[in-house]
């Protein structure tokens, strides 16, 4: 039904900027919430950012300031802009897409900021 590709992840050196997309595509209704989850090796996965199909964001304590998430309705599409970047914030980047009938996943993109 629903499809979330992640893309635009890479190796970054610390205080680095990357942009990070995600597309969703198929049967997307008007009303979903789109996050940015993230997990490292050997822990568990974090919730990043999120905005509603309103525009409304909220963000994890350990990026405020450094990334905003954003999202372009026409094209189904969310946005992760991180700047600053730090070694801690090596991770696989998932995005999630959640409406009422559930909620999809994306296959990740890896982002590597090395010291």
């Known amino acids: 039904q629903v499809q979330v590709v992640e893309s635009g992840g890479g190796l970054v050196q610390a205080g680095g900027s990357l942009r990070l997309s995600c597309a969703a595509s198929?049967?997307?209704?008007?009303?979903?919430?789109m996050r940015w989850y993230r997990q490292a090796p050997g822990k568990q996965r974090e919730l990043v950012a999120h905005i509603t199909s309103g525009g409304s964001t909220n963000y994890a304590d350990s990026v405020k300031g450094r990334f905003t998430i954003s999202r372009d309705g026409a094209k189904n599409t969310v946005y992760l802009q991180m700047s600053s970047l730090k070694p801690e914030d090596t991770a696989v980047y998932y995005c999630?897409?959640?409406?009422?009938?559930?909620?999809?996943w994306g296959q990740g993109t890896q982002v590597t900021v090395s010291s």
């Open positions: 999630n897409l959640v409406d009422r009938r559930g909620d999809y």
């Open positions: 198929g049967s997307i209704l008007s009303f979903n919430i």
